[in-house]
């Protein structure tokens, strides 16, 4: 599979997955289930990028919008960190393989 196509297909199934949460931890858990195909054959790090950009995306997104309304939660400073952290997993591992595929890492010359 296309490494591009790879990533955006991993990153929809991630931000999918945050929506799923809605209907329970379970549900999200067992919608991830379905990508594990998807990360376990070829580019690992692409698709494991793709997944973890798509759920913190989604996640922080959401989030926002929560407190944008006006709205409140317990501890928010936690569930917003569970947004931002695999976000920001997921941008530099994206950073790390455009490095890598443009010649200038450290794998590139192995």
């Known amino acids: ?5 790879l990533w955006v297909t991993t990153f929809v ?12 931890l ?14 376990v054959r070829g580019a690992h790090l692409v698709a494991a990028s793709g997944l973890l950009t798509g759920f913190g995306a989604s996640w922080t997104l959401l989030i926002s919008r929560q407190f944008a309304s006006g709205g409140s939660l317990d501890n928010s ?6 947004g931002i952290v695999p976000l920001a997993l ?17 794998a590139a010359h192995a």
């Not at 067992?30 to 990360?39: D, I, Q, R, S």
């Not at 400073?77 to 569970?82: M, P, Q, Y």
């Open 90 to 106: 997921g941008l530099a591992s994206l950073v790390f393989l455009g490095w890598r595929e443009l010649g200038r890492g450290p």
């Open 26 to 39: 379970l549900a999200a858990l067992l919608f991830l289930l379905l990508a594990v195909p998807l990360v």
């Open 13 to 24: 199934f991630g931000a999918a997955a945050t929506l799923m949460t809605s209907f329970g």
């Open 77 to 82: 400073t936690f569930w917003l960190a569970v």
């Open 1 to 5: 599979m296309n490494r591009g196509l």
